[in-house]
């Protein structure tokens, strides 16, 4: 349930305007860029297209800034190219950059010819950063002056550029020779001071914590929450600044982050896209690649089990614990893997904390291996006292082969669960990889020849 | 690997300076607000109140502003009374309020008698609001004026409220006789407006984005991040303006909402605290409630395998494959469940979108499941043609059975998984608390059953 208390004006407009571009248009453009894009989220990208030729310059350039807009470069391939160009022009530098690095080649060469130098030179500062990266997602515009401007100054600057530059609550001040950035001051604190003071006299006096554009977009994440900024420098070896991360671009890449993590702990590729907009196939071909893979995995069950048919032929009541057992070991996985993934991405635990994991997930796994064990026993001497299924002569052996199985399976299982994403991690992979499935898998083979290996211990000479 | 370029000052002090609270104290002052608080956490609550007790009023406060200071409650418990009222009439409400939740209810009446009734009417105004609703992290401060004032007059009252109020980003129009919120204006439009224009010349003329007091904080969350806002107001019934809700507490919002999500995927309770700090045996506690759980109902198919236990003894061959299958079920539900629930809380999909999904995961369950199916058929021929493993004289039956039952169980648990999240939605619960464990368990059962069903059908007189 939306919850905004304006938050159903796009679905009125989609009830009450024909699908004229023109009357769509019109109606955009009085109400607000989030419920505009909306509704032009509804549309397919030529339709959009055409609604957004009828819009202002201004009114277009502002629905592209928007990142709710989903894929913005669908719907600049069906502009003409001046009206493209033109957009690409006006958006902030590093939507421009996401816009411009998802165009088709065809339609990127197609555009070069209508963009000026700057523009181009621009795109190109950001592109050459990998995706995911502070450089990637960096806007080149920022407020700056010498540091030594007065706050009169400053706000001089602010007010010039403030029309354009996406975010103006942090002015950067640089040294006058060098460029270097050397301390930030804020708008609240420039609107606080006396106008003829100096701006260094007003701002922080350490160095501001800064990111190279190398970083990952999660790391950049993690500072400005940390720091509680609105954004954070991008500065090179030499403290020359080339942008800022804003605090926007930084939930974005939260909730992006997030879906990709949930997709790979349910086992599979992240998706990319929305789950209704996905086409079927590219749906199916993320799907099937990890579930062919932990099927190939899981096909070592089937060789464990027929090393093991001589005793199954013999104790056909072993079998009737198998799936308890397994799935046992691939839950206490399951919870020890996503405790440590998250662990991981919080910066609570690091990679040289393994060992200390180690150590409390042992005892953890033993604790509630002997809790399940205890109750396995008592289902199934409970079941043979009240004859509801005979498990034979033998049935209290049977009983202790389980609950022993047990402890071991769900202390191997939260050893494997937690240890794996330190695993990923150490090999440079995506710890949130570590999927429940990826774990169950993991565990199962290890629980077929532990659960076999108690059998033997316990019921050699009866059973076996 | 944290990638800040001055994010190694807590290590730094930590290793030179020695554990005498009023050298530390004196050390923490000279550095950023994120850095002492990276400090200070390492601590346990009593010396982290010891330090705190020789730091100035101001930092002292300004360190439990910092959202990164964990347990802040524990060390106000540690501090004098008089310190720890001060320090709470001094930090910001939504801060003061989350504080004062977690005191134990000893030291809060302690505490009541020394705190202004200001605070505690402000305390009260957030209090009585849920746990994760907007009401109860809202800010009561914020800066506002009558829809009468000029810019002036609005920058005006930011100078003299900006240096104890949190976010002086957005000032607040008022109607001047009912006081109800009519529209916002951001202070870049103070700014680069006429100092003697009228407010709401320059504001947006159309009614804000507001949110009421028992929205959720992810719906909150959603819309700042839509509207692209650095608050967002909390207004009642009649539009009267409770207080704001920023950006910052929207990002650890995510955050603490990410944590809880992973870990119930994982298939356990969310943990509160971080993995490292949680006592054994609370812990234990948050993993053995769902562990137990599942294990009951997954004894489920103990009993699935009793009745099965004739057919069993006569094909012994088929339990071969009863894990490889089992789990294949489980994990195309783990994917579903885990694409559904992404898709849920980024309102891609609604409940009533429910049959659509079953309409995309019919036909995507049996295509998978194909796959699998003519994967677990290949691996079984070739065996056999190989003379790895004898399946029996009925071979390609096995084989057809393997095949057939993946195809029904894969489409099966696809299904499931997709609907557990909206059946939890419907009924109440958050859909995150659909784990891949709890879809593994659901489909087990059926697959059994599945399994020997199709069995019978294609090993009626011959094995079975």
Redesign the interface.
């Known amino acids: 349930?939306?919850?905004?208390?304006?938050?159903d004006v796009a679905q009125e407009i989609l009830r009450t305007t024909s699908s004229d571009p023109r009357l769509l248009a019109k109606r955009l453009a009085a109400?607000?860029?989030?419920d505009a894009?909306e509704v032009l989220n509804t549309f397919d990208a030529r339709h959009a297209a055409a609604v957004i030729e009828h819009l202002s310059p201004e009114a277009g350039v502002q629905a592209f800034n928007?990142?709710?807009l989903v894929w913005p470069w669908k719907i600049i391939e069906q502009l003409p190219h001046e009206r493209s160009a033109a957009i690409l022009a006006g958006v902030h530098p590093d939507r421009r950059a996401e816009i411009y690095r998802n165009l088709s080649d065809d339609c990127a060469s197609l555009l070069d010819d209508h963009l000026s130098p700057a523009v181009k030179a621009s795109l190109e500062q950001i592109l050459k950063y990998p995706r995911h990266s502070a450089g990637a997602i960096m806007t080149t515009d920022f407020v700056s002056v010498p540091t030594t401007a007065t706050v009169e100054d400053a706000?001089q600057q602010?007010?010039k550029v403030?029309?354009t530059t996406e975010q103006?609550?942090a002015i950067y001040l640089l040294a006058p020779d060098t460029r270097q950035l050397k301390q930030i001051v804020s708008?609240?604190q420039l609107?606080?001071a006396d106008p003829k003071a100096a701006v260094t006299s007003i701002a922080?006096p350490?160095?501001?914590?800064?990111?190279?554009p190398l970083?990952?977009r999660e790391?950049?994440?993690r500072?400005?929450?940390?720091?509680?900024l609105?954004a954070i420098p991008v500065?090179d070896d030499d403290h020359h600044m080339l942008g800022i991360v804003t605090?926007?671009d930084?939930?974005?890449a939260?909730?992006h982050e997030?879906?990709e993590?949930?997709?790979k702990?349910?086992?599979?590729e992240a998706?990319d896209q929305?789950?209704?907009?996905i086409g079927?196939l590219p749906?199916?071909r993320k799907?099937?690649g990890?579930?062919?893979a932990?099927?190939?995995s899981?096909?070592l069950?089937?060789s464990a089990?027929?090393h093991f048919?001589g005793e199954?032929?013999k104790a056909?009541v072993l079998?009737?614990?198998?799936?308890?057992i397994?799935?046992?070991g691939?839950?206490?996985g399951?919870?020890?893997?996503?405790?440590?993934?998250?662990?991981l991405a919080?910066?609570?635990?690091r990679l040289r904390?393994w060992f200390?994991?180690v150590a409390?997930e042992v005892?953890?796994g033993l604790?509630?291996g002997a809790?399940?064990g205890v109750?396995?026993i008592a289902?199934i001497s409970l079941w043979q006292h009240f004859h509801i299924?005979d498990y034979g002569p033998h049935w209290q052996l049977v009983a202790a082969t389980v609950g022993a199985a047990l402890v071991g399976i769900?202390m191997f299982g939260s050893v494997v669960g937690s240890m794996l994403p330190f695993i990923l991690k150490r090999l440079g992979f995506d710890p949130a990889s570590a999927?429940?499935?990826f774990v169950?898998?993991l565990v199962?083979v290890t629980g077929?020849v532990i659960y076999f290996s108690v059998a033997f211990v316990f019921l050699r000479g009866t059973l076996l």
Chains 1, 2 share one sequence.
């Open positions: 349930m939306l919850k905004a208390i304006n938050g109400c607000s860029a989030a894009i928007n990142p709710g706000l602010v007010r403030g029309g103006v609550y708008l609240r609107i606080l922080a350490r160095t501001p914590v800064a990111v190279p970083a990952d790391d950049v994440a500072l400005i929450s940390v720091y509680d609105l500065i605090v926007d930084v939930i974005d939260i909730v997030t879906t993590d949930v997709q702990l349910g086992g599979m998706l929305p789950y209704m907009r079927f749906m199916i799907r099937a990890w579930l062919c932990l099927f190939l899981e096909m069950t089937a089990m027929q048919q199954l032929e056909v079998t009737l614990f198998i799936p308890l397994m799935s046992s691939g839950n206490s399951s919870q020890a893997t996503s405790l440590i993934i998250r662990a919080l910066r609570e635990v904390d200390k994991v409390r005892p953890a604790l509630l809790i399940l109750i396995g289902r299924f769900v999927s429940a499935p169950a898998t199962d077929l």
